[in-house]
């Protein structure tokens, strides 16, 4: 993808795949669009996957599988103890992660789960260079607390150039240490492509400096790898040290530099289900005795063995830079082209998703009217694209009232291989839309529901006739399309 330049000098992402299997999608008039909106409570995870025309909600259990992925999965060894696809599984691991134990759990935060269970203790805190939504919950439930030490004038700067926006401040590390004791820090978390930020790596550099900290105060070295390929790929582009490294030496690279390192096989691998990956072998032991009670027998994990022997290969398929830029290109240019047409995107392009900083794009609206939630709703009134809100309302709360989050986004997630050029354009044309008519959109309010995650349940309402005032502009704007 990055190699080709177009003789006509138009620069957009070219990819190194094709598609054999395709799956009809919908567009909804938007009087329809309106209704399944209103049926999902305005909330964008509640609402029905037949209802949607592009599905950019998340890129978790959504990519597209490689042939070589489902060709595996018929060779898939059910056996509940010691089986062959089990074994497979853990060459892969060591081949391209170099960890030569591997703990299984069904999905991402069944991993987090497990390693919080084996090693967080009540009062523990986790330094971290940013929270995920799962994370935080485990620490939480566990007795714990996380601590996030990105730099705050960097990361939560939308539009900035700062190539390497998930660093971990160094300097906050060690104060956060003195303040707390290493005796009461199990590990310090590094998440890759560090996604409610925006999908932003960290630079090696910056993982050797966290690396160095760990070993003088004799902390555990956690590494969040969901995205990884991602981070490594974006590595490559950006750390002039590795712009002649490969993604395979990057990947051992990085997970050489942890002691744990877990992913989503949602997200990196391309299938469903996780893994937890270390050199340790006590570690291991610690971790396989939650792991044989919440989660099934420990060559399986509670995921399926035709899962186990697609990621497997997915795991190999991360270290093939074509498979792997393809959703950091289409950001590239999704957000490149959104920026030029006036529209305030986090810069530089992340990896996950594009990501529109509803703050700005909504800049007449207080974050109390949750700005990220309303766009989130117009974009898929206007557009039958079906985005995530990343705002206050779905960060983690802790049940404050007055709780604010760090940032009000919007993400455009890209599943792995999923969309079109054409479909991608689409998806620009309508925000464009959008931005020009986005004093029209309005307030939202959410019928709280306390508790964990919940933006995946909580129904809303917008505040005020604004979904009937962008209906009818659209009509007028667009009097004979969908
Ligand atoms: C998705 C994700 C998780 C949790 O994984 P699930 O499979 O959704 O439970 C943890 N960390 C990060 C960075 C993620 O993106």
């Known amino acids: 993808m990055p190699k080709v330049k177009f003789y006509t000098g138009i620069d957009i992402p070219l990819e190194f795949h094709r598609a054999r299997i395709v799956q009809k999608v919908r567009l909804l008039p938007i009087d329809e669009r309106y209704e399944a909106l209103k049926k999902g409570g305005f909330n964008t995870y509640r609402m029905d996957s037949a209802d949607v025309y592009l599905d950019m909600l998340t890129d978790s259990g959504t990519n597209a599988m490689s042939d070589l992925q489902l060709a595996a999965m018929m060779r898939a060894d059910d056996a509940y103890a010691g089986s062959e696809s089990f074994k497979r599984l853990e060459k892969a691991v060591f081949d391209v992660l170099g960890k030569r134990y591997v703990v299984p759990a069904h999905q991402g935060r069944a991993a987090e789960n497990v390693i919080m269970r084996a090693f967080l203790k009540p009062g523990d805190v986790v330094p971290m260079n940013y929270h995920f ?262 960060d983690v709360s802790e049940d404050d009232p007055d709780f604010v989050a760090d940032m009000e986004l919007v993400r455009m997630a890209f599943p792995r291989k999923v969309l079109t050029l054409s479909q991608t354009m689409y998806a620009l044309d309508r925000l464009k839309w959008l931005y020009d008519n986005r004093k029209l959109i309005g307030a939202i309010r959410c019928h709280d529901i306390p508790g964990m995650q919940r933006c995946f349940r909580t129904p809303m309402e917008p505040v005020g006739d604004w979904p009937e005032r962008l209906i009818a502009k659209f009509k007028q704007d667009f009097p004979d399309s969908l």
């Open 133 to 394: 939504g799962s994370t935080a919950n485990h620490i939480r439930i566990n007795g714990g607390r996380h601590i996030d030490l990105v730099a705050p004038d960097v990361a939560f700067t939308s539009a900035s150039d700062n190539q390497f926006k998930g660093n971990i401040d160094i300097a906050r590390l060690e104060d956060c240490i003195a303040k707390y004791g290493a005796e009461h820090i199990p590990f310090i978390r590094m998440e890759a492509s560090t996604n409610l930020i925006g999908g932003q790596p960290f630079s090696m550099a910056n993982l050797m400096e966290v690396r160095k900290v760990a070993d003088r105060h004799g902390i555990k070295v956690l590494l969040d790898a969901c995205l990884l390929g991602e981070n490594a790929w974006l590595i490559i582009q950006r750390e002039p040290e590795y712009a002649h490294a490969t993604l395979a030496e990057v990947l051992l690279k990085m997970c050489s530099l942890a002691d744990i390192v877990y992913f989503s096989a949602r997200k990196l691998s391309c299938t469903r289900g996780a893994v937890i990956a270390t050199d340790n072998y006590q570690d291991k032991l610690k971790m396989d005795q939650v792991v044989a009670v919440f989660e099934g027998y420990v060559t399986y994990g509670g995921m399926s063995m035709k899962e186990i022997e697609a990621m497997a290969q997915g795991l190999y398929e991360a270290t093939d830079e074509e498979y792997i830029c393809q959703n950091p290109e289409f950001i590239r240019y999704f957000v490149n082209e959104a920026v030029r047409m006036g529209i305030p995107m986090v810069t530089p392009p992340g990896v996950l998703g594009a990501q529109i900083d509803a703050k700005k794009f909504c800049d007449h609206l207080p974050v109390k009217d949750l700005p990220a939630s309303s766009l989130a709703a117009a974009i898929y009134l206007c557009s039958g694209v079906r985005t995530m809100d990343g705002g206050t309302y779905q």
